[in-house]
T-cell receptor, first 115, second 113 residues
Framework: DGGITQSPKYLFRKEGQNVTLSCEQN?????MYWYRQDPGQGLRLIYY???????QKGDIAEGYSVSREKKESFPLTVTSAQKNPTAFYLC??????????????FGAGTRLSVL | GQQLNQSPQSMFIQEGEDVSMNCTSS?????WLWYKQDPGEGPVLLIA?????ELTSNGRLTAQFGITRKDSFLNISASIPSDVGIYFC?????????????FGRGTQLTVWP
C-alpha cells in the first residue's frame, strides 16, 4: 500500500516530557511537512523539509524539533518547551517542495493530549 | 503566516440540498486546492485548480478558480449523508513561497437525512 503512515494514532504527554511523532511515506516524495490542527482552525505549518538533511521552520516552530535523515521519514518531537501541545498533528508529503502544482497528501494524523 | 478567509464556518443542510462555500485571499495564488477531512482523519484532496477562471468537476463537486486569482468556490450538488465533514480550501502562491500551502479555517458540513 502506497501512502503516508503516522504513528501512534493517540499519544499522551506528561508534564516536562518530550514526545516524538512518527511519519513515514513510501511515495518516494522529496518534500514532507508537519501541521498542527486545533478545533475551528485551519492547518498551521510547523516545519517542512524539501530534501533529505534539510528542513525549515514554518509559522509555529517554537517548542518543536524535526530531523530528516532518510527520505521516507520525518519525525516530529514535541518538546517540553511547547506549553500547549494538545492538538491534532498532521504529516504530509509532496513530490517536491519548490514546484508549482505541488499537491500535498496527508497521513491520518496523531492526536496528542497532555496528562 | 497567511490565512485564507473561508466561509461559511458551518452549514446544516438537509439531504438533497445543494451546498456552496468559498475562500478569499488578499494575495494572488497560482493554485487552489479543496480538501475534505473526515473526523479523526487526515484531509483528502477533492479538486485541484491551476488556472484563473478554471471550472472543474469531480462527481457532484464543482470548484472554480476566481478570475482575480484571489478566490475560489466549491459547490456540492444533491448532498448525501456521507458528505459530512470539514472542507478546507488551500492556496499556493509563487516566488519564495512556491510549494507552500496556506489553508482556510474550514467549513463544517452537517447533512440531515
Amino acid at each position: 500500500d502506497g501512502g503516508i503512515t503516522q504513528s501512534p494514532k493517540y499519544l499522551f504527554r506528561k508534564e516536562g516530557q518530550n514526545v516524538t511523532l512518527s511519519c513515514e511515506q513510501n511515495l518516494n516524495h522529496d518534500a514532507m511537512y508537519w501541521y498542527r490542527q486545533d478545533p475551528g482552525q485551519g492547518l498551521r505549518l510547523i516545519y517542512y523539509s524539501q530534501i533529505v538533511n534539510d528542513f525549515q521552520k514554518g509559522d509555529i516552530a517554537e517548542g518543536y524539533s524535526v530531523s530528516r535523515e532518510k527520505k521516507e521519514s520525518f519525525p516530529l518531537t514535541v518538546t517540553s518547551a511547547q506549553k500547549n501541545p494538545t492538538a491534532f498533528y498532521l504529516c504530509a508529503s509532496s513530490i517536491a517542495g519548490g514546484l508549482a502544482k505541488n499537491i500535498q497528501y496527508f497521513g491520518a494524523g496523531t492526536r496528542l493530549s497532555v496528562l | 503566516g497567511q490565512q485564507l478567509n473561508q466561509s461559511p464556518q458551518s452549514m446544516f443542510i438537509q439531504e438533497g440540498e445543494d451546498v456552496s462555500m468559498n475562500c478569499t485571499s488578499s494575495s494572488i495564488f497560482n493554485t487552489w486546492l479543496w480538501y475534505k477531512q473526515d473526523p479523526g482523519e487526515g484531509p483528502v484532496l477533492l479538486i485541484a485548480l491551476y488556472k484563473a477562471g478554471e471550472l472543474t468537476s469531480n462527481g457532484r463537486l464543482t470548484a472554480q478558480f476566481g478570475i482575480t486569482r484571489k478566490d475560489s468556490f466549491l459547490n456540492i450538488s444533491a448532498s448525501i449523508p456521507s458528505d459530512v465533514g470539514i472542507y478546507f480550501c488551500a492556496g499556493q502562491g509563487g516566488g519564495s513561497t512556491l510549494g507552500r500551502l496556506y489553508f482556510g479555517r474550514g467549513t463544517q458540513l452537517t447533512v440531515w437525512p
